[in-house]
């Protein structure tokens, strides 16, 4: 990305490790601390899988709502309303030990983030050139990873010994209002003219093609699955890891500390921020979908199932699972051109095309701790890993029926020789100096 435009985008990158830093505390210890207070791991599970349904509606809209209504102001709505509700949360469900209350305020604040951090890649789509998207995309999710997987797991593996799991998940709200204000004062408002002509009912008929386009085009519901897949684990894991490794819940081991699991899954994340830029770097030029097929999908596999076995033959062993946080983490941030992949193959529908991915990355939130909760009570921990890897190693079939049009790629993702003909060098010379 040109130098300006990196100056343009930075505050958005910025707020958004900010408030994900404030939105992934709980993360590594909540559902070990609403066992605690006397509910089921099944319970614990189902905050966490309602938690994603909402998840997964708030971020199908908006993408759409971000082109209708600007990428800046749908952050600000899903910012205020994180904070709104994480208040209800902490400071009314938690202590009154009202599980529908809890079940309720905690889902409903799910509808925060996504539109928060979704709308900004609209701002991505609208902005960067497409043969550097998967590159922005690259350290938009490096965002992400900063915040939600470094500070958000570090800071609490310090606190929470300090002051208890409850009281940390207060702490979390100066980082999600430093995130909303930094949006408010730094990050650019974008316009999309052709939706401002709009009548509401064509707006509303935009929306749903966010669903609809799945339908009319094969290639987007095949990259919705793997989207769907590319992070279970990501939201599964913080559900089911800190029982397994750090309570007898289930037949967990209770190998580890819920402070030393955080260090583990910090350092996924960790990994995630050099990853995502690497990753996004190699799509671009050596290819989107082979890398994803290849590298995200059995990468993810081989650590996903890693994470439960090293415990069971080599016990209580952090090495060892430090680097089973690198495999998968690298694994994961494999799959960083995803983002680029869903515009590319809908370039006349952008909003709607990012609107499915975001659908898409909702979703995963939701099916990452859904097959948790189904399978925890009967298989265990194994079946839930062996389902997840299984689910990785499916994703690289599906792939191959995925075939965007990358710049500078055939459609079925070679390298084109830049040598050819001088007849096609003024197309490729166009495409590459396109902006969105």
């Known amino acids: ?51 994603g349904l909402v998840a997964a509606l708030a971020g199908w809209s908006s993408g759409v709502l971000a082109e209708m209504f600007g990428a800046k102001r749908i952050m600000l709505v899903g910012a205020v309303s994180w904070i709104a509700l994480h208040l209800v949360f902490i400071g009314v469900a938690l202590p009154s030990h009202i599980y529908p209350l809890m079940l309720v305020s905690y889902m409903l604040r799910g509808m925060g983030y996504p539109l928060f951090i979704y709308s900004y890649v609209v701002l991505l789509a609208q902005t960067v050139d497409p043969s550097k998207l998967a590159s ?35 702490v979390s709200l100066p980082f999600s209002i430093a995130g909303l204000l930094i949006c408010l004062w730094f990050v650019p408002k974008t316009r999309n003219a052709d939706l401002d002509a709009m009548s509401t009912a064509d707006k509303l008929r935009e929306l749903s093609r966010g669903v609809t386009i799945l339908k009319e085009n094969r290639q987007i519901a095949f990259a919705a699955v793997l989207r769907v897949i590319c992070n279970l684990t990501l939201y599964g894991f913080p559900v089911i890891m800190p029982l397994y490794l750090a309570t007898h819940t289930n037949g ?32 671009d030029r050596f290819g989107w979908m082979r890398q994803m097929r290849w590298w995200g999908c059995w990468l993810s596999a081989l ?20 680097l089973c946080a690198v495999v998968l983490g690298m694994g994961i ?37 859904f097959i948790a909760t189904v399978l925890l009570e009967t298989v265990g921990f194994a079946g839930v890993c062996w389902a997840y890897a299984i689910c990785y190693i499916g994703g690289s079939v599906v792939s191959l029926w995925i075939r ?23 197309a490729m010379a166009s495409q590459s100096s396109a902006v969105v």
């Open 252 to 283: 967990g081991g209770a190998w580890f500390k819920v402070t030393e699991w955080s260090t583990i899954w910090g350092l996924l994340f960790v990994v995630t921020v050099f990853g995502n830029v690497f990753w996004g770097r190699m799509g």
């Open 404 to 426: 965007p049009k990358q710049p500078g790629f055939d459609e079925k993702g070679r390298r084109i020789d830049r040598s050819v003909s001088t007849e096609t060098m003024p």
């Open 136 to 170: 922005a995309m690259g350290w938009f999710w490096t965002s992400y990873s900063f915040g939600i997987g470094v500070f958000g797991a570090y800071l609490p593996a310090f606190i929470t010994p300090v002051i208890g799991e409850y009281y940390s998940l207060w």
């Open 303 to 322: 650590g996903t199932l890693a994470m439960y076995y090293v415990p069971q033959f080599f016990g209580r062993n952090l090495p060892l699972m430090y």
């Open 333 to 369: 941030s494999a799959f960083v051109p995803m983002g680029a992949v869903f515009p590319a193959l809908e370039p006349e529908h952008k909003g709607a095309a990012v609107s499915a991915h975001n659908l898409a990355s909702g979703l995963t939130t939701f099916c990452g701790p």
């Open 1 to 51: 990305m040109a130098r300006g435009l990196m100056r343009t985008l930075l505050p958005g990158f910025l707020a958004i490790a900010v408030f994900m830093t404030g939105d992934g505390f709980e993360l590594t210890f909540l559902s070990k601390y609403v066992v605690d207070q006397g509910f089921s791991s099944s319970q614990a599970s189902m905050l966490f899988t309602m938690y």
